[in-house]
Antibody, heavy 117, light 105 residues
Framework: QVQLKESGPGLVQPSQTLSLTCTVS????????VSWVRQPPGKGLEWIGAMWISGDTDSISALKSRLTISRDTSKSQVLLRMNSLQAEDTAMYFCARHGRGSGFAYWGQGTLVTVSS | EIVLTQSPTTIAASPGEKVTITCRAS?????MYWYQQKSGASPKLWIYDTSKLAPGVPNRFSGSGSGTSYSLTVTTMETEDAATYYC?????????FGAGTELEL
Protein backbone atom coordinates (compact mmCIF):
# COMPACT_ATOMS: atom_id res chain seq x y z
CA GLN A 1 0.00 0.00 0.00
CA VAL A 2 0.97 3.64 -0.37
CA GLN A 3 3.16 4.93 2.43
CA LEU A 4 5.26 8.02 3.01
CA LYS A 5 7.60 8.50 5.93
CA GLU A 6 9.50 11.60 6.90
CA SER A 7 12.79 11.52 8.76
CA GLY A 8 15.00 14.27 10.04
CA PRO A 9 17.00 15.68 12.95
CA GLY A 10 14.22 17.04 15.16
CA LEU A 11 16.28 19.92 16.56
CA VAL A 12 18.20 22.41 14.45
CA GLN A 13 20.16 25.40 15.63
CA PRO A 14 19.32 28.86 14.29
CA SER A 15 21.11 29.73 11.05
CA GLN A 16 21.88 26.07 10.40
CA THR A 17 20.66 23.85 7.57
CA LEU A 18 17.75 21.43 7.76
CA SER A 19 17.80 18.16 5.83
CA LEU A 20 14.67 16.02 5.67
CA THR A 21 13.99 12.79 3.82
CA CYS A 22 10.65 11.48 2.63
CA THR A 23 10.82 7.76 1.87
CA VAL A 24 7.90 6.45 -0.15
CA SER A 25 6.60 2.99 -0.92
CA UNK A 26 3.72 1.58 -2.90
CA UNK A 27 4.26 3.94 -5.83
CA UNK A 28 6.99 5.39 -8.01
CA UNK A 29 8.31 8.94 -7.91
CA UNK A 30 8.11 8.88 -11.71
CA UNK A 31 4.34 8.30 -11.50
CA UNK A 32 3.25 10.70 -8.75
CA UNK A 33 4.51 13.96 -7.40
CA VAL A 34 5.47 14.52 -3.77
CA SER A 35 5.11 17.79 -1.92
CA TRP A 36 6.33 19.15 1.38
CA VAL A 37 3.73 20.81 3.61
CA ARG A 38 4.52 22.33 6.98
CA GLN A 39 2.41 23.24 9.98
CA PRO A 40 3.71 25.46 12.78
CA PRO A 41 2.49 24.43 16.24
CA GLY A 42 -1.17 25.33 16.64
CA LYS A 43 -1.39 26.84 13.16
CA GLY A 44 -2.55 25.91 9.67
CA LEU A 45 -1.05 24.09 6.72
CA GLU A 46 1.44 25.68 4.34
CA TRP A 47 2.65 24.08 1.11
CA ILE A 48 6.34 24.83 0.69
CA GLY A 49 7.41 22.87 -2.38
CA ALA A 50 6.99 19.93 -4.72
CA MET A 51 8.94 17.37 -6.68
CA TRP A 52 7.20 16.56 -9.96
CA ILE A 53 7.37 13.27 -11.82
CA SER A 54 9.61 14.93 -14.42
CA GLY A 55 12.17 15.78 -11.76
CA ASP A 56 11.27 19.47 -11.91
CA THR A 57 10.57 21.26 -8.66
CA ASP A 58 8.43 24.15 -7.42
CA SER A 59 8.55 26.08 -4.18
CA ILE A 60 6.91 29.08 -2.60
CA SER A 61 8.45 32.43 -3.42
CA ALA A 62 9.24 33.22 0.21
CA LEU A 63 11.52 30.19 0.50
CA LYS A 64 12.98 29.97 -3.01
CA SER A 65 16.36 31.29 -1.93
CA ARG A 66 16.62 28.89 1.04
CA LEU A 67 14.91 25.73 -0.15
CA THR A 68 16.16 22.88 -2.33
CA ILE A 69 14.11 19.81 -3.18
CA SER A 70 15.69 16.81 -4.86
CA ARG A 71 15.06 13.10 -5.25
CA ASP A 72 16.77 9.75 -5.43
CA THR A 73 14.46 7.53 -7.44
CA SER A 74 16.57 4.44 -6.77
CA LYS A 75 15.88 4.86 -3.06
CA SER A 76 12.32 6.19 -3.53
CA GLN A 77 13.26 9.30 -1.57
CA VAL A 78 12.45 12.98 -1.86
CA LEU A 79 14.90 15.23 -0.08
CA LEU A 80 14.32 18.69 1.39
CA ARG A 81 17.17 20.99 2.28
CA MET A 82 16.53 24.40 3.82
CA ASN A 83 19.28 26.72 4.97
CA SER A 84 19.45 29.70 7.34
CA LEU A 85 16.79 28.30 9.63
CA GLN A 86 15.01 30.65 12.01
CA ALA A 87 12.58 30.14 14.87
CA GLU A 88 9.63 30.72 12.52
CA ASP A 89 10.66 27.58 10.61
CA THR A 90 9.70 25.51 13.64
CA ALA A 91 6.91 23.26 12.43
CA MET A 92 5.70 19.76 11.71
CA TYR A 93 6.93 18.92 8.23
CA PHE A 94 4.81 16.52 6.17
CA CYS A 95 5.40 14.98 2.79
CA ALA A 96 2.33 14.14 0.74
CA ARG A 97 1.59 12.48 -2.59
CA HIS A 98 -0.33 14.32 -5.30
CA GLY A 99 -1.23 14.31 -8.95
CA ARG A 100 -1.03 17.34 -11.24
CA GLY A 101 -3.16 20.18 -9.90
CA SER A 102 -4.94 17.92 -7.46
CA GLY A 103 -5.29 17.22 -3.79
CA PHE A 104 -2.95 15.45 -1.43
CA ALA A 105 -4.30 11.93 -1.19
CA TYR A 106 -1.64 10.38 1.01
CA TRP A 107 0.39 11.92 3.82
CA GLY A 108 3.29 10.87 5.96
CA GLN A 109 2.99 11.03 9.74
CA GLY A 110 5.13 14.17 9.82
CA THR A 111 8.38 15.04 11.54
CA LEU A 112 8.64 17.85 14.06
CA VAL A 113 11.46 20.29 13.46
CA THR A 114 12.34 22.67 16.26
CA VAL A 115 14.71 25.54 15.60
CA SER A 116 16.38 26.45 18.86
CA SER A 117 19.79 26.89 20.39
CA GLU B 1 -1.33 33.35 -5.18
CA ILE B 2 -4.94 32.42 -4.50
CA VAL B 3 -6.05 33.17 -0.96
CA LEU B 4 -8.67 30.91 0.58
CA THR B 5 -10.83 32.37 3.34
CA GLN B 6 -12.70 29.91 5.52
CA SER B 7 -15.63 30.71 7.77
CA PRO B 8 -16.38 30.34 10.50
CA THR B 9 -13.07 29.92 12.29
CA THR B 10 -14.71 27.82 14.96
CA ILE B 11 -18.14 26.26 15.12
CA ALA B 12 -19.79 24.33 17.93
CA ALA B 13 -22.40 21.80 16.97
CA SER B 14 -24.63 19.39 18.84
CA PRO B 15 -25.09 15.75 17.77
CA GLY B 16 -27.59 15.56 14.94
CA GLU B 17 -27.14 19.20 13.97
CA LYS B 18 -26.41 20.30 10.40
CA VAL B 19 -23.12 22.14 9.89
CA THR B 20 -21.79 24.09 6.91
CA ILE B 21 -18.25 25.41 6.45
CA THR B 22 -17.56 27.84 3.64
CA CYS B 23 -14.39 28.55 1.70
CA ARG B 24 -14.06 31.61 -0.52
CA ALA B 25 -11.26 31.95 -3.04
CA SER B 26 -9.70 35.26 -4.09
CA UNK B 27 -9.84 34.07 -7.73
CA UNK B 28 -11.89 31.43 -9.46
CA UNK B 29 -10.72 27.85 -8.97
CA UNK B 30 -11.78 24.72 -10.83
CA UNK B 31 -11.93 22.34 -7.89
CA MET B 32 -11.77 22.45 -4.14
CA TYR B 33 -10.30 19.86 -1.81
CA TRP B 34 -11.12 19.40 1.87
CA TYR B 35 -9.08 17.77 4.63
CA GLN B 36 -9.94 16.60 8.10
CA GLN B 37 -7.25 16.85 10.74
CA LYS B 38 -7.52 15.64 14.31
CA SER B 39 -5.12 16.70 17.03
CA GLY B 40 -1.70 15.09 16.70
CA ALA B 41 -2.54 13.41 13.38
CA SER B 42 -1.77 14.03 9.74
CA PRO B 43 -4.45 15.64 7.57
CA LYS B 44 -6.71 13.25 5.70
CA LEU B 45 -8.12 14.00 2.26
CA TRP B 46 -11.84 14.17 2.95
CA ILE B 47 -13.47 15.58 -0.19
CA TYR B 48 -11.83 15.84 -3.61
CA ASP B 49 -12.80 17.43 -6.89
CA THR B 50 -15.25 19.66 -4.96
CA SER B 51 -17.89 17.04 -4.23
CA LYS B 52 -16.43 13.52 -4.22
CA LEU B 53 -16.02 11.77 -0.90
CA ALA B 54 -12.67 10.11 -0.22
CA PRO B 55 -12.86 6.38 0.56
CA GLY B 56 -14.26 5.72 4.00
CA VAL B 57 -15.81 9.17 4.46
CA PRO B 58 -19.40 8.92 5.74
CA ASN B 59 -22.08 10.07 3.33
CA ARG B 60 -23.37 12.58 5.88
CA PHE B 61 -20.56 14.74 4.46
CA SER B 62 -20.96 16.57 1.18
CA GLY B 63 -19.12 19.21 -0.79
CA SER B 64 -20.36 21.72 -3.30
CA GLY B 65 -19.53 24.98 -4.99
CA SER B 66 -17.97 26.57 -8.02
CA GLY B 67 -15.91 29.58 -9.02
CA THR B 68 -14.93 31.38 -5.84
CA SER B 69 -17.40 29.90 -3.36
CA TYR B 70 -17.29 26.38 -1.94
CA SER B 71 -18.70 24.60 1.06
CA LEU B 72 -18.49 21.45 3.13
CA THR B 73 -21.67 20.28 4.85
CA VAL B 74 -22.29 17.70 7.54
CA THR B 75 -25.99 16.83 7.49
CA THR B 76 -26.09 15.29 10.97
CA MET B 77 -23.16 15.99 13.28
CA GLU B 78 -21.63 13.04 15.07
CA THR B 79 -19.03 12.91 17.84
CA GLU B 80 -16.32 11.57 15.56
CA ASP B 81 -16.68 14.56 13.22
CA ALA B 82 -15.10 16.93 15.73
CA ALA B 83 -11.87 18.04 14.04
CA THR B 84 -10.32 20.87 12.06
CA TYR B 85 -11.25 21.08 8.39
CA TYR B 86 -9.12 22.78 5.75
CA CYS B 87 -9.96 23.69 2.17
CA UNK B 88 -7.26 23.64 -0.50
CA UNK B 89 -6.91 24.61 -4.15
CA UNK B 90 -4.40 23.77 -6.82
CA UNK B 91 -5.90 25.49 -9.82
CA UNK B 92 -2.79 27.61 -9.76
CA UNK B 93 0.61 27.15 -8.18
CA UNK B 94 1.33 27.57 -5.34
CA UNK B 95 -1.40 25.36 -3.94
CA UNK B 96 -2.92 27.10 -0.96
CA PHE B 97 -4.92 26.11 2.11
CA GLY B 98 -7.56 27.92 4.05
CA ALA B 99 -6.76 28.77 7.66
CA GLY B 100 -8.98 25.97 8.92
CA THR B 101 -12.32 25.63 10.68
CA GLU B 102 -12.42 23.94 14.05
CA LEU B 103 -15.60 21.93 14.38
CA GLU B 104 -16.35 21.33 18.04
CA LEU B 105 -18.94 19.19 19.72
Amino acid sequence: QVQLKESGPGLVQPSQTLSLTCTVSGFSLTTYGVSWVRQPPGKGLEWIGAMWISGDTDSISALKSRLTISRDTSKSQVLLRMNSLQAEDTAMYFCARHGRGSGFAYWGQGTLVTVSS
Amino acid sequence: EIVLTQSPTTIAASPGEKVTITCRASSSVSYMYWYQQKSGASPKLWIYDTSKLAPGVPNRFSGSGSGTSYSLTVTTMETEDAATYYCQQWSSTPPTFGAGTELEL
